[in-house]
Nanobody, 123 residues
Framework: QVQLVESGGGLVQAGGSLSLSCAAS????????MAWFRQAPGKEREFVAA????????YYPGSTKDRFTISRDNAENTVYLQMNSLKPEDTAVYYC????????????????WGRGTQVTVSS
């Protein structure tokens, strides 16, 4: 059982930056691909970024590519999401997720989830 705890959310003005962290309880953290998803009120949960087990490969949808950066520190069992040039449409609850083996863009492929952290971007 992997427990994930997100932190770092908050309120930021449009154009600003925010950094999220996700700490994992699992000692074999480097067996897992990690991802960030987000969900705005009334909308489906959306893929934001993913990273493979080693950190050597990262994946982004068009909406976050070039603005967001996912990274991981396997020694610290932590994955990060650096968000720059934030827009009001980035406002959502951000969730960290883990799955064994390779990454996926689908939320249904991830077995372990954190409780989320709120990110609010004001215009």
């Amino acid at each position: 059982q992997v427990q994930l705890v997100e932190s770092g959310g908050g309120l930021v003005q449009a154009g600003g930056s925010l950094s999220l962290s996700c700490a994992a309880s699992e000692g074999t953290f480097n067996n897992y691909a990690m991802a960030w998803f987000r969900q705005a009120p009334g909308k489906e949960r959306e893929f934001v970024a993913a990273i493979n087990w080693s950190g050597g490969s990262t994946y982004y949808p068009g909406s976050t590519k070039d603005r967001f950066t996912i990274s991981r520190d396997n020694a610290e069992n932590t994955v990060y999401l650096q968000m720059n040039s934030l827009k009001p449409e980035d406002t959502a609850v951000y969730y960290c997720a883990a799955r064994r083996l390779d990454y996926s863009r689908s939320q249904y492929d991830y077995r372990y989830w954190g409780r989320g952290t709120q990110v609010t971007v004001s215009s």
